[in-house]
């Protein structure tokens, strides 16, 4: 697999342009193009107007001397942004912090001295507006002493639901009316008697 070198890097432990490097190595080896070969050489020299696929695996040099200013300022921008690993928020955080750790010991150098005066500035509670949290609203309290166990060992009875319709929705009209009947049947016969 000769140019699959995303695939095979990973297996083989290296990034794909070294895989590539050593693949170009190997192959010089094999074909012995170069009779002076060492194996630390760059394999294949670029030709005029090929682009290097991968800039990184060259040695550093050095810069130049006789720059113009321009480069000079770029390279000068450049080797600042490098450096400038922290952005602005992890700036502002630690000169936050800087000012918070400044600010607690100058109080605490305030306090020092004012206790060696003779000064007492003990903190004293201030009352807090809104809720006390340490106070639990409609708290009953138990009553002191021992609770008497004696009812417990009786069992409670259930409470009984309905479970019919006539008993959930109560006797209907009809049948109310069908009693009335009787009831003033009944009525009428002691009368007649």
Not at 22 to 41: F, I, Q, S, T
Not at 136 to 149: C, H, L, M, W
Request: some cysteine; glycine content about 4%.
């Amino acid at each position: 697999m000769p140019t699959q070198w995303r695939t095979i890097a990973p297996i083989v432990g290296r990034t794909p342009s070294q895989c590539l490097e050593r693949y170009e190595k190997l192959l010089d080896a094999a074909c012995a193009r170069d009779e002076n070969y060492e194996p630390g050489d760059y394999p294949r020299k670029l030709c005029p107007g090929e682009i290097d696929p991968n800039p990184e695996s060259k040695p550093a040099r050095p810069d130049p001397v006789d720059m113009d200013e321009d480069e000079k300022e770029m390279l000068s921008e450049a080797r600042a942004r490098l450096a400038n690993t922290r952005g602005k928020k992890a700036k502002r955080k630690a000169r936050e912090k800087q000012l918070e750790e400044a600010r607690r010991l100058a109080s605490l150098q305030k306090r020092r001295e004012l206790k060696a005066a003779g000064i007492d500035t003990r903190h004293r509670k201030r009352e807090r507006k809104g809720i006390d949290y340490t106070e639990i609203p409609f708290e009953k309290r138990p009553p002191p002493g021992f609770y008497d166990v004696a009812d417990e060992d009786r069992p409670v009875e259930q409470p009984k639901f309905p479970t019919t319709i006539e008993e959930l929705g109560g006797k209907r009209r009809v049948d109310i009316e069908a009693q009335l009947r009787k009831q003033d049947i009944a009525k009428n016969k002691i009368a007649q008697r």
